[in-house]
């Protein structure tokens, strides 16, 4: 089992798979990186697998594959099939803009993905334009159906922005409720890539919208999910992600590793330590006593310090969120 110095239990890894993407979102990297990193700078599927038997091995029970977009990852059906066919049952999700997902679910399906969390931000084309800087909404939508027709379990992702898509925190539940999907509004969490002109909404502003259209439970924690789950009367409920909460961090399980083999203990923290050379010498030891070390170094709480006007300088398109 693997236990932080904080006493929680870390069962859950996220692995960004490439930082690169299709998309420019404005709250994630509209404009840089302006060019990727070279190829031989990622651990190769074979270096990421060494570690993750190990870290399944050790207790990581839940593994989600992310990025940049994931799916531009050549080959990302064998690696998936690796992890699974290692232990058909660690939770295996991952995290995608859907926007080839109406030729890779099927494949990822096969290799043993169980679940997929896809992000969607707006119903209308012009919105998604705007926000990914391209044209993706037809691709975006038609990705959900093929994946839900395929059997898998979906949630859908959106981060509201004051001006942008506030307007459509109902539709976009009145969609997922269509669709019989869980939805999860995630706070905007600033950071340095970003459009530093945009403004996202906290989740007070998101309940008062939803206020006005429906009646909604208490909130109820899930312990799988960083989201508090709302029962929506009359059926159907949502989620909302608030990393800006006082006791958001307490019941935090994960760490992440990133497409170039640094392990991140949290989001909003500058220190992280990388396990490439380690995995490229075939030193397994080696990397293990490097995750021991991150474990020691994970933060009790994120560093927001948002008053002092710093923000994380960390990409979310490396963590992969
Ligand atoms: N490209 C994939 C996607 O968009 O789903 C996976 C990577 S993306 C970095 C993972 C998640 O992080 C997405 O749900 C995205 O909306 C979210 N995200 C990115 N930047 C964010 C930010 N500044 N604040 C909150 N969520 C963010
Ligand atoms: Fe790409 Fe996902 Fe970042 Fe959007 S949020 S730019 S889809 S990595």
Known sequence: MLIDKYGREINYLRVSVTERCNFRCLYCMPTTPFSW???ENLLSFEELFMFLKVAIDRGIEKIRITGGEPTLREDLDKFINMISSYNSD???????????LDKLAKPLKVAGLKRLNISIDTLIEEKAKKIAQKSVLPKVLKGIKTSLDLGFEVKLNTVPIKGINDNEICDLIEYAKELGVKIRFIEYMENTQADQKIEGLKSDDILNIIKKKYEFSQPKDDKMSPARYYDLKGG???GIIEPHKEDFCGSCNRIRLTAEGLLVPC????????IKEALREDNIDKAMEILDEVLRNKPE???????????????FNETGG
């Open 236 to 238: 159907h409920s949502f």
């Open 267 to 274: 989001l909003y923290f500058k220190e992280a330590l990388s």
């Open 90 to 100: 660690i939770d295996l999700a991952m995290t995608t803009n859907a926007y080839f």
């Open 37 to 39: 990193k070279p190829k």
């Open 301 to 315: 709480k994120n560093n927001w310090n948002l008053e002092d006007n710093e923000i994380s300088a960390r990409a």
